[in-house]
């Protein structure tokens, strides 16, 4: 009997190892696969497609024998079923460091049929399928890759940002752990359409196992991609180098600072060369356009915001994991019929989107369409895609006070908004929550955001306004405001 | 491999150096010793304050030895909706002087918080008396 459990990060903090184990002890073979994202059932046991929910030891005997409670055939549960999974495609269905099992089911189509078709139309093509950079700036793709091809340097390189620092997302530690293979084909095809062969791959400390596996891949698929060359970096506990730049100077052996643009990374990236840097999702989508074409990924989603994007269903929410679909979806539909609202069963009070530095939005605003654009005129954004559900046992003053002490501790330092802006708007928030001169204190953060707002160097310190703004401007009355017209 | 020379040498001629240097210094001696960051800097032909300046910045990295055993918590936005902060008051009753109880932010697990790790060992869904019974075993 052939029984599949994920190593994803998930299952074995839930305990998908002892299970496994325990099918192994009683004779069963069992396959280490990718985690299928629902999160909510891992450890998340499948026999011949269908799966066996929240998995214990104890539950080994009778599955074996055919007697324990299903939950029917994964593929066809509501929570897969009603998702688009282009970059997700392989969830749940390979063992992550299957050569074969990653060719059997498309692997490396997309980076033959660049080499076929040369490095300009690569270009083109990426550039048609409208992807936009999925680590939450939504920059056009192929306008980044065409920089770097244009650009004169000797040594390009490709920098694959996986630093995904976020609380909320999961989905770039997802891909290493569980198609890394995708990832190495989506940046050889990056390293070949710009002229790159030298590669980069920063991923965050707190992420072992994805580290773990990436390098392995990269060793198994050496072959298969060279002359590019792939080399992972471990960053070192700093949120901060997930910014670009700061990324790049980690990497080149500095403190974690941001830098002034331009020059841009494009012209003037890694070790001065040009450089294209792009977060994980957006490498990871290459293969599938590359494979099916620019125009079929662009016929995907809405406006501008063209292809799928996977969400990161998280925080107090019954059914997290991930959810791949094509833009447009609400934010309501995520939340409620596919979220299945709060773990806690209680209301649902306040979403976060976008990481620490996303706004808070309250359940009035859930008709919100998931688009660059339409977040962005609602003074939110859609960052990395993680949803943060929170119930109403939130205290929303609280969450603004975390925003400053987040951005405190991060602070690369350099510039003087985020550095002491953040110290300052702790202290202040402290004093608000208090209660001390409430009115003049809340009006002083609302300056203070401006400052921080228009006066930073990087979305660290110039976004952090965003979940202190609408925290103070959605629930007054965590701050002790009355409800009352916004605060400007 | 296990000395300062060595892990100098494996990584020097590499492009960016530095961290992964640091890396295999703080992972083999629990911290970077003044005399570590001498070294280091004479090799890469950086100054001692360079070097200190890049350690110095990364949580990741420490100055001084600590020989108590770790958990790192995540005190981030999705586990703090998933109610970490109610337990860790008695995490650190627990945890009292024997053991170091490091706030992080964020571990990836951020669907079936509250999340730890022990080393290379997660954990989640932890409840108030599972996270003290993985304090006091440690």
Same mark, same amino acid.
């Given at each position: ?5 994920s190593?994803d ?37 499948e026999v011949d ?5 929240n ?5 080994v ?5 055919g ?13 897969i079923?009603?998702?688009? @999974?282009?970059?997700?495609m ?10 074969e099992?990653y060719?059997?089911t ?6 033959k049929?660049a ?19 999925r680590?939450?700036a ?5 306008i ?8 004169l ?7 694959c940002n996986?630093?995904e620092g976020d ?14 293979f995708?990832?190495i ?5 990056a ?24 390098e ?12 590019f ?17 700061a ?11 941001v ?16 450089t294209v ?17 620019g ?7 809405m406006g @501008?915001?063209?292809g ?19 833009? #447009?979806?609400?934010?309501g539909e ?14 649902v009070?306040a979403v976060?989107?976008? #990481? ?16 660059y ?8 954004l859609?960052g990395h895609a993680?949803?943060?559900?929170f ?6 003053a ?7 002490e ?12 985020c550095?002491?802006?953040?110290t @300052?708007?702790m202290?202040t928030?402290? @004093?608000?929550i ?27 310190? #110039? ?6 703004m609408s925290?103070i401007?959605h ?12 605060v400007e | 491999m296990h ?9 020097c ?29 004479s090799a890469?032909?950086?100054?001692r304050a360079e070097v ?8 990741d990295?420490?100055?001084l030895?600590?020989?108590r ?11 703090k909706?998933?109610?970490?902060e109610?337990?860790v008051?008695?995490?650190?009753a ?14 990836g ?14 954990h ?6 599972k996270l ?7």
């Amino acid at each position: 009997m052939i029984v599949r459990i994920s190593d994803d990060a998930v299952a074995l903090a839930c305990g998908a190892d002892a299970v496994a184990e325990a099918f192994v002890a009683s004779g069963a073979t069992v396959e280490r696969v990718s985690s299928w994202g629902m999160h909510w059932l891992e450890p998340l046991v499948e026999v011949d497609g269908v799966g066996y929910a929240n998995v214990e030891i104890s539950d080994v005997a009778s599955i074996m024998n055919g007697g324990a409670p299903d939950i029917g055939d994964i593929e066809r549960h509501p929570f897969i079923a009603r998702q688009t @999974r282009l970059t997700f495609m392989r969830a749940g269905k390979t063992k992550p460091l299957s050569l074969e099992d990653y060719t059997a089911t498309g692997g490396w189509v997309g980076l033959k049929n660049a080499y076929s078709a040369g490095p300009t139309a690569t270009i083109e093509t990426i550039l048609q399928s409208g992807l936009r950079g999925r680590g939450g700036a939504g920059f056009p793709a192929g306008i980044k890759w065409k920089t770097v091809a244009n650009a004169l340097g000797d040594h390009k390189y490709i920098v694959c940002n996986a630093d995904e620092g976020d609380s909320g997302t999961f989905a770039d530690r997802m891909v290493m752990e569980g198609d890394p293979f995708m990832l190495i084909e989506g940046m050889a095809i990056a390293g070949f359409a710009v002229g790159a062969s030298k590669a980069y791959v920063y991923i965050r400390s707190e992420y072992p196992h994805a580290i773990a596996k990436m390098e392995a891949a990269i060793e198994l698929s050496a072959q298969l991609v060279a002359p590019f060359d792939i080399e992972v970096r471990v960053g070192a506990g700093a949120y901060v180098c997930g910014e670009e730049t700061a990324l790049l100077e980690s990497i080149e052996g500095k403190r974690g600072e941001v830098r002034a643009k331009p020059p841009l990374p494009a012209h003037e990236g890694l070790f001065g060369q040009p450089t294209v840097i792009n977060n994980v999702l957006t490498l990871a989508a290459v293969p599938w356009i590359m494979a099916n074409g620019g125009e079929t990924y662009a016929a995907f989603g809405m406006g @501008r915001s063209t292809g799928t994007m996977p969400i990161q269903l998280a925080g107090n929410i019954k059914h997290g994991g991930l959810f791949e679909v094509a833009f #447009g979806i609400t934010l309501g539909e995520l939340v409620y019929d596919i979220g299945g609202g709060t773990a806690s069963g209680r209301p649902v009070r306040a979403v976060q989107v976008g #990481g620490p530095l996303g706004a808070y939005i309250p359940p009035k605003q859930f008709d919100l369409p998931f688009d660059y654009e339409g977040f962005a005129a609602a003074d939110a954004l859609i960052g990395h895609a993680g949803i943060v559900v929170f119930d109403d046992t939130v205290d929303m003053a609280q969450m603004a006070h975390f925003a400053m002490e987040f951005c405190a501790a991060e602070s690369c330092g350099k510039c003087t908004p985020c550095r002491i802006g953040s110290t @300052r708007g702790m202290e202040t928030l402290g @004093r608000i929550i208090a209660g001390e001169n409430i009115e003049a204190n809340v009006a002083l953060i609302a300056d203070l955001s401006q400052t921080m707002k228009f006066g930073s160097l990087c979305a660290l310190g #110039g976004f952090t306004p965003y979940p202190v703004m609408s925290a103070i401007n959605h629930w007054p009355e965590d701050f002790g405001l009355k409800r009352a017209a916004r605060v400007e | 491999m296990h000395t300062l020379d060595d892990f100098i040498a494996a990584h020097c001629d590499r492009e960016g150096p530095l961290l992964p240097i640091l890396h295999r210094v703080q992972a083999a001696f629990g911290h970077i010793s003044e005399v570590s960051i001498f070294e280091i800097a004479s090799a890469l032909n950086l100054t001692r304050a360079e070097v200190y300046g890049v350690v110095s910045f990364y949580h990741d990295f420490k100055t001084l030895p600590d020989a108590r055993p770790v958990i790192k918590l995540c005190r981030a936005e999705a586990c703090k909706a998933r109610g970490v902060e109610t337990m860790v008051s008695e995490a650190e009753a627990t945890a009292g002087s024997r053991v170091k109880i490091e706030t992080v932010y964020c571990l990836g697990l951020c669907s079936v918080g509250p999340a730890a790790m022990v080393g290379d060992q997660v954990h989640a869904r932890l409840t108030p008396a599972k996270l003290s019974a993985l304090v006091a075993q440690l």
